[in-house]
């Protein structure tokens, strides 16, 4: 039987539900929209955010509070750069922090030139910095990262942990990534995922690596499915989609599947007795 074009059926627990985000407006986006070429100016070096970016992060932080998302987040994942640190701390990071508090921040205040206060690490999911999201590497300046020694200053509470290199060692000044090579990475970090327990997780990167790690799926289904998976993400934009291991790379057993168990005694089991009238058709 074709089922190409009808519903599909998983497990729960071999699916992730991941909240998609593009960073909010860096400064390198507004003459990037009007000039390509402006994204080689080294004035743009691992871009911060604008006042209007701002803005974005503000409304998406209302979005996913009102809408009920914030509860249900288990982890952010944030690329390495200082525009999509400051959008994953300013959406899905705790209140205002003071001096009082016994923990550390998310982010200092003014972190990146950005006129903010400091936010706090309370009542909210880890944010966990990956590399492996990066944008499209090498020859645009904006999209060379700091050293992470620079990052730990300004966001004290976000985990680093997993980053190999304080260095940039990934960005090329000559050598830019080829769509392939950044489709590949993308399926490399979706793939890494999986060796995450968390089963709710937001991504806040950037629009070339979702553009190009997005652009593999959606092949068996609707053209207006697949455009829905694949289409450009605006700024701040939050797209949630779930993603199915059909190759048993996770090992997570099911939490709310039940066996059915019916305790031994003269009659048999339902699924027995079903089973031998099976055999006699």
């Not at 059926?9 to 507004?30: D, E, S, Y």
């Not at 959406?91 to 205040?109: I, K, N, Q, S, W």
């Not at 706090?120 to 999911?125: A, D, F, G, H, Q």
């Not at 990052?151 to 990934?170: C, G, N």
């Amino acid at each position: 039987m074709d089922t190409s074009a009808g519903p599909s059926l998983f497990p729960l627990h071999r699916c992730k539900t991941l909240h998609l985000v593009r960073h909010a407006q860096g400064i390198h986006n507004v003459d990037g929209d009007k000039n390509y070429k402006a994204y080689m100016s080294p004035e743009f070096f691992d871009a911060h955010i604008t006042p209007l970016g701002w803005q974005q992060v503000d409304n998406l932080r209302k979005h996913v509070h009102e809408s009920g998302l914030s509860k249900r987040i288990d982890l952010v994942i944030a690329s390495p750069l200082l525009r999509t640190l400051q959008t994953a701390v300013g959406v899905f990071g705790g209140e205002g922090y003071t001096d009082r508090m016994d923990v550390l921040p998310l982010m200092v205040a003014n972190a990146g030139n950005s006129g903010r206060a400091a936010i706090s690490s309370l009542n909210c999911p880890p944010i966990v910095a990956v590399e492996l999201c990066r944008e499209h590497l090498g020859v645009h300046p904006c999209d060379k990262r700091r050293n992470i020694s620079d990052y730990q200053f300004l966001f004290p509470a976000v985990d680093f942990s997993l980053i190999e290199s304080d260095e940039d060692t990934w960005w090329k000044a000559d050598i830019r990534e080829t769509k392939e090579e950044l489709a590949a990475r993308g399926l490399k970090f979706l793939n890494w995922l999986w060796t995450r327990k968390e089963k709710e997780i937001a991504i806040v990167t950037h629009s070339g690596f979702l553009f190009h790690s997005l652009s593999a799926f959606g092949n068996d289904c609707h053209p207006l499915v697949k455009k829905e998976i694949c289409k450009h993400f605006a700024n701040c934009e939050l797209r949630s989609m779930v993603i199915v291991d059909r190759s048993m790379i996770g090992s997570d057993p099911s939490t709310t599947n039940y066996p059915g168990k019916i305790p031994s005694g003269l009659d048999h089991p339902s699924e027995v007795v079903d089973e031998k009238d099976e055999e006699r058709t």
